[in-house]
Nanobody, 132 residues
Framework: QLVESGGGLVQAGGSLRLSCAASGLTGRTFTNYAVGWFRQAPGKEREFVAGISRFGRSTKYADSVKDRFTISRDDPKSHPKNMAYLQMNSLKLEDTAVYFC????????????????????WGQGTQVTVSA
């Protein structure tokens, strides 16, 4: 189970930090999973935002959020380590969407999944609204 939090209403130029809490996934720990953030704006398809490998070594971003958003996850040496995050800075009106956390089992710390259909574990989403 994945549960997102941290969404809300923010003015353009502001910041939000989204969190994704994982529990009950198959496999022993959350570090067996690569994580992705996706978003879906009204009337649009869900799109990839950012992804991170199982131990956090590798990340990828959509061009539209590069240099503004940062994906991260709990240090694999920490306890617990069942959280992932999306720090969103310099928010724009077009960032308004429902943001979803997704996770998929991965063997490699070099692997970041960017395709929606790769992920089989999804949260319910959290609304982010950016106002002028």
């Amino acid at each position: 189970q994945l549960v997102e939090s941290g969404g809300g209403l923010v003015q353009a130029g502001g910041s939000l930090r989204l969190s994704c809490a994982a529990s009950g996934l198959t496999g022993r720990t959350f570090t067996n999973y690569a994580v992705g953030w996706f978003r879906q704006a009204p009337g649009k398809e869900r799109e990839f935002v950012a992804g991170i490998s199982r131990f956090g070594r590798s990340t990828k971003y959509a061009d539209s959020v590069k240099d503004r958003f940062t994906i991260s996850r709990d240090d694999p040496k920490s306890h617990p380590k069942n959280m992932a995050y999306l720090q969103m800075n310099s928010l724009k009106l077009e960032d308004t969407a429902v943001y979803f956390c997704a996770a998929e089992r991965s063997r490699s710390d070099g692997t970041v999944y960017i395709t929606e259909t790769t992920y089989t574990n999804w949260g319910q989403g959290t609304q982010v609204t950016v106002s002028a």
